[in-house]
């Protein structure tokens, strides 16, 4: 357990190099810890060490989580598939969702989010290298997409995420331009809130952040192998 502190330690470094490397300021970039399959224990650890942005994958395995958790102030992202049953325990207990490549599922999580509760942030899976994965929707699909959730009174978007093929460290640059690209396009949309790039992991945030990510996804780099 005493790993996982100094682990995160290594990956804050990280981050702050790579920000000097290209100019960026470090808290431009927020880092989430990706806590799948790790133990409830191991994510105590990491809260203590000063973390507090965590991700999941798993709808029930995160929701056990969530109410073991419930006494810290942990802001939970959903960055795995979510299927259309599970939106209403997604939008009771999530503040984040990453994963959004269908107008049905940003649908039911608006409805289904409770009053009292900010707006749920979002940010629009894109699948910009025909990655196996059949997650994401495709950037053709993309404008249409964002006109139908930007009326959506519950949910906020946030901006875009990306699962490049390993290695395919041009996609990170794709995705930011393709940011741009949508700003410059749909006048409804603004800088200042649609602006998450959610891209790089344990592998990848250097090249990630070289392009622009304000938000990397740290899962194996923190916490070791996954169980
Ligand atoms: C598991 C996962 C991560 C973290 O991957 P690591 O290589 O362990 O850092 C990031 N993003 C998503 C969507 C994941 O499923």
Redesign the pocket.
């Known amino acids: 357990m005493q790993e996982i502190s100094s682990q995160l330690q290594q990956v804050l470094s990280r981050i702050a190099q790579a920000c000097d490397q290209c100019g960026r300021k470090q808290d431009e970039v927020t880092l989430l810890a990706?806590s799948?399959k790790q133990a409830i224990e191991a994510i105590h650890t990491a809260y203590k060490a000063g973390q507090r942005h965590f991700?999941e994958?798993y709808v029930q395995e995160a929701l056990d989580k969530i109410h073991a958790l419930a006494h810290l102030q942990i802001t939970w992202h959903l960055?795995?598939a979510l299927q259309s049953n599970k939106t209403a325990e997604v939008a009771q207990h999530f503040a984040w969702v990453h994963s959004i490549d269908r107008l049905k599922i940003a649908q039911r999580l608006s409805a289904q989010r409770p009053n009292g509760l900010p707006p749920l942030q979002i940010c629009l899976q894109v699948n910009i290298d025909q990655q196996d994965s059949k997650s994401g929707c495709t950037v053709e699909e993309l404008p249409t997409l964002i006109k139908a959730i930007l009326p959506l009174p519950n949910l906020v978007l946030r901006g875009l995420m990306i699962?490049p093929q390993a290695q395919n460290h041009q996609a990170f640059m794709q995705l930011a331009q393709l940011r741009e690209h949508l700003l410059a396009t749909i006048p409804q949309l603004s800088p200042q809130v649609f602006d998450t790039l959610s891209m790089g992991?344990?592998?990848d945030l250097e090249p990630a952040i070289a392009a622009g990510s304000t938000l990397v996804?740290?899962?194996?780099?923190i916490f070791g192998q996954r169980n």
Do not use: E, F, P
């Open positions: 990706v799948k991700g994958n960055i795995g699962i992991m344990s592998d996804r740290v899962g194996t780099a």
